[in-house]
């Protein structure tokens, strides 16, 4: 997109984003491990894209750098900056979550490559998938996502005194999960690999639900968030809920159901008049335009 911009324009665009980027310290607490997690986030993209490093170009240093920039600097960075002020010790079990984040960004790299690869094998860019195979990449999967769950689950289980029926819950929805996924399989070779993005779902809605559950059950106030959580993440993108079941059912029942009731008034309403909508076989609109047509 940038190819066609001017050198100057490009160097304004950076420079903005990188004010963006730095805006909230302003305001925010910071260290010198704050500094150094910020220019590890910099550095990452940098040498990722940039050249003549450019390690993009090379499969195993990009899925890691991708991983590192996505994932485990931005949650390293966002865990210190609450532990600056925290009235208490930020406890060392919170590496498993690193650690857990460090496989679900490998995960999901090596996903979004095994989508862009007719693309970037025309484009003739190596990358993982591409180099080691089908077969390879869905083992390399298998064992990343092994990982992934087993660090995450051990995070859940020390997070909280909750976290034993976080861990419970994280475990029915995986099982539940991989079954509906199993079941709604074709027997095409590239479906194989959406058993990899089962867990993802429990990690945008179900447990940030599952938290902000224990912040209601502490103070009712919370709720406001639960509701605001629940409106924007489930009802508006659908993708995000089980392939849009929860969307679906919103749709069939509340909107469903508002619409019933407000025809119902309209129709009584035009009742109140003589007219019989039901006996004219059109909507309330349709009734007045064709009145409109008449006069």
Same mark, same amino acid.
């Given at each position: 997109?940038? #190819? ?14 990188? /004010? ?9 607490? &910071?260290?010198?491990?704050?500094? @150094?997690?910020? /220019?590890?986030? $910099? ?32 949650? +390293? ?21 690193? /650690? +857990? ?19 970037? &094998?025309?484009?003739?860019? #190596? ?27 051990? &995070? ?15 475990? @029915? ?18 479906? %194989? ?13 179900? $447990?940030?639900?599952?938290?902000? =559950?224990?912040?209601? #059950? ?22 995000? @809920?089980?392939? =849009?079941?929860? %969307?679906? @059912? ?30 004219? #076989? ?14």
């Amino acid at each position: 997109k940038l #190819k066609g911009v001017s050198i100057p324009v490009v160097g304004l665009l950076f420079g903005l984003s990188l /004010a963006v980027m730095l805006l909230p310290w302003l305001v925010l607490p &910071f260290d010198e491990w704050s500094l @150094i997690l910020i /220019a590890l986030e $910099l550095g990452s993209f940098l040498v990722y894209s940039i050249p003549p490093l450019r390690l993009k170009r090379f499969p195993l240093p990009a899925c890691l750098l991708d991983t590192a920039y996505a994932y485990v600097w931005p949650m +390293a960075l966002s865990m210190h900056t609450f532990a600056i002020q925290a009235p208490w010790q930020v406890h060392s079990w919170f590496n498993f979550l690193l /650690a +857990a984040l460090f496989f679900i960004g490998f995960r999901n790299i090596v996903l979004h490559q095994i989508k862009d690869a007719v693309a970037d &094998f025309n484009s003739g860019r #190596k990358t993982l998938p591409l180099v080691v195979g089908a077969n390879k990449t869905y083992r390399i999967l298998q064992l990343v996502l092994a990982l992934e769950i087993l660090l995450f689950t051990l &995070f859940l289980l020390f997070f909280h005194r909750y976290g034993s029926l976080f861990a419970l819950s994280y475990s @029915i929805y995986l099982v539940w999960k991989y079954n509906s996924i199993q079941k709604g399989l074709s027997p095409l070779p590239s479906q %194989a690999f959406q058993v990899f993005y089962l867990s993802d779902l429990f990690y945008q809605l179900w $447990l940030p639900m599952l938290i902000i =559950g224990v912040l209601v #059950k502490q103070d009712v106030r919370w709720l406001y968030l639960f509701l605001f959580h629940l409106l924007v993440l489930a009802f508006n993108f659908r993708r995000l @809920i089980l392939g =849009g079941e929860l %969307a679906e @059912i919103y749709h069939k029942t509340i909107l469903h159901g508002i619409s019933m009731v407000v025809n119902t008034i309209i129709y009584y309403v035009f009742r109140m008049f003589g007219v019989d909508l039901k006996l004219e #076989k059109m909507s309330a609109l349709d009734y007045l335009n064709s009145k409109k047509r008449k006069q």
